[in-house]
């Protein structure tokens, strides 16, 4: 598949620059019958028995701002962890960067040990006065995509109201619309909700490379599906509840964890692309943003819905909704099996 076939004319007016106030009102575009709902109406579109699978990620304050000991300034954005000492990130400038370079941003120290690859970079991380996630969080700021150009006046308003373990570069924007009122109103509903865990990183964020779909390599981010979760999909589906995953992480972590059959608990790492041809094991219904062009997102929007995504962005796009992270959602209501 050509990667073309996955571009269309975003417009910048469309792109949504702050969230909404409150998060559920926001607009919903149900598809595949293309009805105009406002995010608050969830509850509606689903079924008491019905379970939301959720990503409970919570967004590190991943970009630090560092000097380089040959004095230079140099912006560094942690995308992952790899293992107790060592990191992966972008920095900025990349072009002066080299294994054995080294920088400080307050009290952590850092060293490049590979890379660059596209601005890519292994470091290691140490603070000689205490944690190194404690000094990420102090010293770094929460990472908003390039395409927003505003400041939050509250950083919270960047993570999901059920954020918990911190892990993520990038928020699971599906989750932004969530209030703690709308989870009680689901819950009055007879909806249950069930987590689990996918570090938002590199594959997630990074466009495709190259001209076709197939040359494209995703990058490895961690997922963790609790006991809990499997034993919820469980009973969902003993009592015949669709599993509604929200976002595109939350879709990958299942099918992830799927691969062998039936879902199964436990952590692990995932370079899962999903892309028409894939056969769904986990996932009913979908609430997902819209997304930006040549990505692999709408590569597993595809998977879902065909060539519809077309029609439901070009729909969107007439009707004034507004996109990616800031922006109005998706609910796909059939995802085949």
Same mark, same amino acid.
Request: hydrophobic share 40%.
């Given at each position: 598949?050509?990667?073309?076939e996955?571009?269309?004319?975003?417009?910048?007016e469309?792109?949504?620059?702050?969230?909404?106030e409150?998060?559920?009102?926001?607009?919903?575009?149900?598809?595949?019958?293309?009805?105009? *709902?406002?995010? *608050?109406?969830?509850?509606?579109?689903?079924?008491?028995?019905?379970?939301?699978?959720v990503? @409970?990620?919570?967004v590190?304050s991943?970009?630090l701002?560092? *000097?380089?000991?040959?004095?230079?300034?140099?912006?560094?954005?942690?995308?992952?962890?790899?293992?107790?000492?060592?990191?992966?990130?972008?920095?900025r400038?990349?072009?002066?960067?080299?294994?054995?370079?080294?920088?400080?941003?307050?009290?952590?120290?850092?060293?490049?040990?590979?890379?660059?690859?596209?601005? *890519?970079?292994?470091?290691?991380?140490?603070?000689?006065?205490?944690?190194?996630?404690?000094?990420?969080? @102090?010293?770094?700021?929460?990472?908003?995509?390039p395409y927003?150009?505003?400041?939050?006046?509250?950083?919270?308003?960047?993570?999901?109201?059920?954020?918990a373990?911190v892990?993520?570069?990038?928020?699971?924007?599906?989750?932004?619309?969530?209030?703690?009122?709308?989870?009680?109103?689901?819950?009055?509903?007879?909806?249950?909700?069930?987590?689990?865990e996918?570090?938002?990183?590199?594959?997630?964020?990074?466009?495709?490379?190259?001209?076709?779909?197939?040359?494209?390599?995703?990058?490895?981010?961690?997922?963790?599906?609790?006991?809990?979760?499997?034993?919820?999909?469980?009973?969902?589906?003993?009592?015949?509840?669709?599993?509604?995953?929200?976002?595109?992480?939350?879709?990958?972590?299942l099918?992830a964890?799927?691969?062998?059959?039936?879902?199964?608990?436990?952590?692990?790492?995932?370079?899962?692309?999903?892309?028409?041809?894939?056969?769904?094991?986990?996932?009913?219904?979908?609430?997902?943003?819209?997304?930006?062009?040549?990505?692999?997102?709408?590569?597993?929007?595809?998977?879902?819905?065909?060539?519809?995504?077309?029609?439901?962005?070009?729909?969107?796009?007439?009707?004034?909704?507004?996109?990616?992270?800031?922006?109005?959602?998706?609910?796909?209501?059939?995802?085949?099996?």
């Amino acid at each position: 598949m050509d990667v073309t076939e996955f571009d269309y004319d975003l417009p910048e007016e469309a792109i949504a620059q702050e969230p909404i106030e409150p998060r559920d009102a926001s607009r919903l575009l149900v598809v595949p019958g293309l009805v105009d *709902r406002v995010f *608050r109406e969830l509850p509606d579109l689903l079924e008491p028995g019905d379970l939301l699978v959720v990503n @409970r990620t919570r967004v590190r304050s991943a970009r630090l701002r560092a *000097r380089k000991a040959t004095g230079g300034s140099l912006e560094v954005l942690i995308t992952r962890r790899l293992d107790a000492g060592c990191w992966e990130a972008l920095v900025r400038p990349a072009r002066r960067v080299r294994p054995g370079t080294t920088f400080t941003s307050g009290s952590l120290r850092g060293t490049v040990v590979a890379g660059p690859d596209r601005g *890519r970079v292994e470091i290691e991380l140490e603070d000689p006065a205490g944690d190194v996630e404690a000094a990420i969080e @102090r010293y770094g700021t929460v990472p908003l995509p390039p395409y927003i150009h505003t400041t939050l006046t509250d950083p919270e308003r960047y993570q999901t109201v059920y954020a918990a373990s911190v892990g993520s570069a990038a928020a699971p924007t599906a989750g932004l619309h969530f209030t703690e009122e709308l989870m009680a109103r689901l819950a009055a509903r007879g909806v249950e909700m069930a987590p689990v865990e996918l570090d938002v990183g590199l594959a997630t964020f990074l466009p495709m490379q190259g001209a076709t779909v197939e040359d494209h390599t995703m990058h490895v981010e961690r997922y963790a599906v609790p006991q809990g979760t499997v034993d919820a999909v469980d009973r969902a589906r003993s009592r015949g509840g669709r599993i509604v995953a929200v976002g595109t992480t939350v879709v990958r972590t299942l099918e992830a964890a799927s691969a062998s059959g039936g879902l199964v608990a436990g952590e692990g790492e995932t370079d899962l692309f999903i892309a028409p041809g894939h056969r769904f094991r986990s996932v009913d219904a979908v609430v997902t943003n819209f997304h930006a062009p040549r990505t692999t997102l709408l590569v597993m929007l595809a998977a879902m819905v065909g060539d519809r995504w077309r029609t439901a962005y070009l729909h969107a796009l007439e009707r004034g909704y507004r996109f990616l992270s800031f922006g109005d959602a998706m609910y796909i209501e059939g995802v085949p099996r």
